[in-house]
């Protein structure tokens, strides 16, 4: 009687600290550095993979069966669909199985593949969820053979020279190249994406890794969208003559960012025009005000973390993804923390007193995610609607019979 036949493993993750993680390779082959975090989302993994706020890191998805509904078009975050995303890698659980789904267009390996991010399945993410949430994000290299013959002296040393993301600036890497405008709306069941055909407004958006459904959930309250490179002076983007200011979510250090973005921002916000700003541009917006921002123990990454709104002292389940966090205690007087994380009570929103300037930490677009935060669209435009002397819409509509 033969023993057992086991099939060499064709793809590892190698942490900071020498933790050795073996398992089966999926999508591109070769090797990447990142920090590895854990996503707790237990829907829209194209769209988490699809993210700019996510370059430069690892993905660990705690939910085990990642793959079932394939990948499609629609779902893609990223503004230019053929621009790669930044995520260097992937972890799950179980093999991907095939998509059963009416959507799916291509099966998430093959799809991985073409957007060159390595991947590895078979890994008790519990434990390195676990790991995570003792010691935090760790650095660490994925790596893809099939032969299973790894060249470890490359992987170490792509490990040993990747900086970490403290003081690292991404959002260059995933600006938009261009200047360009912005008319789809949202998906409708049956219909797909609308188009805006008569705005009402006109927004700029500095892209500092920008998702797609943020520009529809614009479009959607009427405003065309004029989107510029993070690296835009004030001068650009009032060359535009905008209602309004947005400031995008992305990827990396706000502080490393900060250094071309403060000063532009400081600039905006004297014009008057109301400011918006999501994510990494809350954090921004934070530093412009005269906070500061720190690297998080372990973060905030999936879709369902609980927020209050103190402005009203509603709860929300939010979308949520960021390693940095304004420190609410460096708060300058005439802002105003407005939302907080329920989870650890970090900051995840403040306002300018007196002026239409506010942000968010978390994700009011989802995609994926609940929709509960879809109010603060309607709250920037209300501001506009306001200077613009036309009626405002309620924040908490009733939803439509």
Request: charged share 20%.
């Amino acid at each position: 009687m033969t023993g057992w036949q086991q099939s060499p493993a064709t793809a590892v993750l190698i942490l900071a600290d020498g933790t050795r993680l073996e398992g089966r390779g999926i999508g591109a082959i070769g090797h990447a550095a990142g920090e590895v975090c854990f996503n707790t989302a237990m829907t829209g993994y194209q769209e988490v993979l699809t993210d700019p706020s996510y370059a430069g890191q690892i993905i660990t998805f705690t939910f085990p069966h990642i793959g079932n509904v394939g990948t499609n078009d629609e779902d893609i975050e990223t503004v230019n669909m053929a621009a790669l995303s930044g995520v260097r890698g992937v972890v799950l659980k179980a093999d991907i199985t095939n998509p059963s789904n009416y959507r799916a267009a291509e099966k998430l390996d093959a799809w991985l593949k073409k957007r060159n991010i390595v991947g590895i399945t078979g890994i008790d993410t519990r434990a390195l969820t676990a790991l995570i949430r003792e010691n935090g994000m760790p650095n660490g290299v994925i790596a893809h053979e099939p032969s299973g013959q790894f060249d470890e002296a490359s992987i170490n040393a792509e490990l040993k020279a990747f900086p970490g993301l403290e003081g690292l600036d991404l959002a260059k890497e995933v600006t938009t190249a261009q200047t360009y405008h912005w008319d789809q709306t949202g998906w409708q069941w049956d219909k797909g994406f609308g188009t805006l055909d008569k705005p009402d407004f006109h927004i700029v958006a500095i892209d500092y890794g920008a998702k797609r459904n943020i520009l529809r959930c614009l479009a959607d309250q009427g405003a065309r969208v004029t989107v510029v490179p993070a690296t835009a002076t004030a001068a650009d983007v009032m060359s535009h003559n905008p209602d309004g200011i947005f400031l995008s979510n992305g990827p990396g250090d706000p502080a490393a960012t900060g250094k071309y973005a403060v000063p532009t921002i400081q600039t905006l916000m004297e014009t008057g025009k109301p400011v918006f700003g999501i994510c990494l541009g809350h954090q921004l917006l934070g530093l412009s005000l005269g906070a500061t921002t720190s690297k998080m123990h372990q973060g905030h990454h999936g879709a369902n973390h609980p927020v209050k709104d103190l402005t009203t002292g509603k709860v929300e389940i939010t979308s949520m993804n960021h390693g940095f966090a304004v420190d609410k205690a460096s708060l300058p007087a005439g802002v105003t923390e407005t939302h907080i994380s329920l989870f650890d009570q970090s900051n995840a929103g403040l306002s300018v007193d007196g002026k239409p300037i506010f942000s968010v930490q978390y994700h009011p677009e989802a995609s994926p995610g609940p929709r509960d935060s879809h109010y603060l669209f309607t709250r920037f435009l209300n501001h506009v609607r306001k200077q613009k002397g036309v009626a405002e819409r309620p924040e908490h509509a009733a939803p439509a019979a």
